[in-house]
């Protein structure tokens, strides 16, 4: 497989490869990814207009919310982030991991709002959480 597109730092944090399998285009908006996070790489904050379905191909994914709680979802789960919550998700600190991310989009793109970077305390926080 090809390694992708490098995911833009000021989105990420850590080393995460972008395979595009459909941008959103008129009418329908879909679009699909195949995103691989290396341990300890996580999204920054963020948010979908119409919100998302992840599903885990490999590895074990971490997805935080603002109220501080943490879902673990492992490979061949699905998991849907409500449209306008704000969530990040990442990989453990020790396992790669790779999701396909559907979502669709808006009048403006993906419908994704990118915010800021989750610090180290809150990653730790959510590693944590998840470990017992
Ligand atoms: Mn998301």
Known sequence: MEAGEKAPAER???DVYLNMIEAP???ARR???LVRFTPGARTNW???ANGQVLYVTDGVDLVGTRD???????AGQ???CPAGEEHWHGATDTNLMAH?????GDRAGDGTTWLEPVTDGQ????????SG
């Open 12 to 14: 990420f944090t850590g």
């Open 25 to 27: 285009a008129e009418p």
């Open 31 to 33: 679009a699909a990814g």
């Open 46 to 48: 963020h948010s979908h």
């Open 68 to 74: 501080g709680s943490v879902v673990r979802i492992s």
């Open 78 to 80: 699905t998991l849907k």
């Open 100 to 104: 396909i991310a559907l979502v669709v």
């Open 123 to 130: 990653y730790a926080d959510a590693l944590s959480t998840v």
